[in-house]
């Protein structure tokens, strides 16, 4: 066997220049395949844990895939708003232990402003039921108080003290800051890997003292401005509608029967959703483009393999010499058979070594770009079962592509290598 590999890796370095390039086209689609498989991973896993420990998620009535997207990743806009008597009528349900409001609209920069209660800071958990903690300061108080998460604080350089502007609408243009109340930083929440750390968060009443005088979206003349801009030391008013409402139950034994309650109450037209039930019919309903990518991916990977079988086709017309004396020498069908998936096998192994050498780099360069940008947790542990799955398809694939080149040399004749074609 030994001389079998010597002889194989001898002839596959006189054509390296060729070879080189087909083990380039395999490490790329090797890391295509690698990098599609973890981040489709790692996006589930990241959403999947952006929000744990909450029973239902509480909203006007509409899509729940919508509600779940609004209130908890601060993605699209809520079609209309929860009333805050229908907040009230949801605390007061016995099988209720504990409701955080939540209203969402302005911004801070492009990050998302998220008004709640202090309660938030103690009930909502992301990941395996991990519980926010503090890297500065505290929660907020009744005051013009805000507490960053962790990705607004380091962006943008701020600390426990400065002071800020935030700014009517959602999006990454402001043009209606809320200058007549500026907020000062009261606490900064160490990293969670959640949109939580992309968002700045504010008292109920303060967001209510945001708006106080804006009438349909349109801010105030210069008069109600004044009286806006007026000391406040502390406010009491909470919004008279929100955005969403997170539940957690007594005993999660009694989640559909709240769920019941709550879509029959006739004052308001609500919606109560699973959080877990609702994500999984978003994965479904991205299935279909989750499975076109990984088979584009695996297309690639096939056509780089395709052009491995080619080169080696197209080489055989310039080694029948080479076979024929091989042949003449003494080496078996089988021997010619080895040496020829012997060398496909190796320029396959070659090319799924780089790729996966470029997908260690490429993580450990973009993990935090796509931590920072889009809240996506890429791992850096191992290789995962699925992972090695491809791997191990891939080599048997270009193991199988080998069969076509060898079958053809074998087909060969010894008279034909040995006397040239006219």
Same mark, same amino acid.
């Given at each position: 066997m030994t001389p079998l590999v010597n002889l194989a890796v001898r002839s596959a370095?006189?054509?390296r220049f060729t070879l080189a390039l087909m083990v380039v086209a395999v490490a790329l689609s090797t890391f295509l395949l690698l990098a599609t498989e973890r981040l489709r991973h790692d996006v589930r896993q990241s959403f999947a844990q952006a929000l744990s420990g909450t029973d239902l998620i509480v909203g006007a009535r509409g899509s729940p895939t919508q509600l779940l997207l609004h209130s908890v990743f601060h993605l699209g806009q809520p079609t209309q708003a929860m009333g805050w008597s229908s907040v009230e009528t949801v605390f007061a349900l016995p099988q209720v232990a504990w409701a955080v409001p939540l209203a969402l609209g302005d911004s801070f920069r492009g990050h998302p402003v998220v008004a709640t209660s202090p *309660?938030?800071?103690q009930r909502v958990q992301v990941g395996d039921r991990q519980s926010l903690r503090w890297a500065a300061g505290q929660a907020f108080g009744? &005051?013009?108080e805000t507490v960053l998460g962790a990705e607004v604080a380091r962006r943008h350089g701020l600390r426990v003290g400065d002071r800020l502007t935030l700014s009517h609408g959602s999006g990454p243009i402001d043009n209606q800051p809320h200058d007549e109340l500026p907020f000062v930083v009261s606490g900064i929440l160490a990293p969670t890997g959640s949109p939580i750390d992309r968002s700045v968060h504010i008292s109920l009443p303060a967001m209510q003292a945001l708006h106080a005088d804006w009438v349909a979206g349109v801010r105030p003349g210069a008069g109600a401005r004044a009286r806006s801009a007026a000391p406040q030391a502390e406010f009491t008013q909470p919004p008279p509608a929100i955005t969403a409402l997170l539940v957690g139950l007594h005993s999660r034994a009694a989640v559909f029967s709240v769920q019941r309650r709550i879509? *029959? %109450?006739? *004052?308001?037209? %609500?919606s109560a959703v699973l959080p877990g039930v609702t994500l999984d019919e978003l994965w479904q309903s991205l299935g279909i483009g989750e499975a076109a990518l990984r088979? %584009?991916?695996? %297309?690639?990977?096939?056509?780089s393999l395709a052009g491995l079988v080619a080169v080696m086709l197209a080489g055989l017309e310039s080694r029948r010499r080479e076979l024929a004396i091989l042949r003449a020498v003494g080496a078996g069908p089988l021997s010619l058979l080895g040496l020829l998936m012997l060398e496909s096998t190796l320029?396959?192994?070659a090319g799924m070594v780089l790729g996966l050498l470029l997908g260690l780099l490429g993580l450990a360069g973009a993990a935090g770009p796509v931590q920072a940008e889009? &809240?996506?947790s890429l791992g850096a542990d191992g290789l995962r079962a699925g992972e090695w799955r491809l791997l191990a398809a891939v080599l048997g694939t270009g193991v199988l592509a080998s069969l076509l080149p060898a079958w053809r040399a074998l087909r060969l004749s010894l008279a034909d290598g040995l006397s040239?074609?006219?």
């Open positions: 370095w006189a054509r *309660d938030y800071f009744t &005051g013009a879509h *029959d %109450l006739r *004052d308001e037209a %609500l088979a %584009l991916t695996a %297309l690639v990977a096939l056509t320029a396959t192994l889009f &809240g996506i040239p074609r006219a």
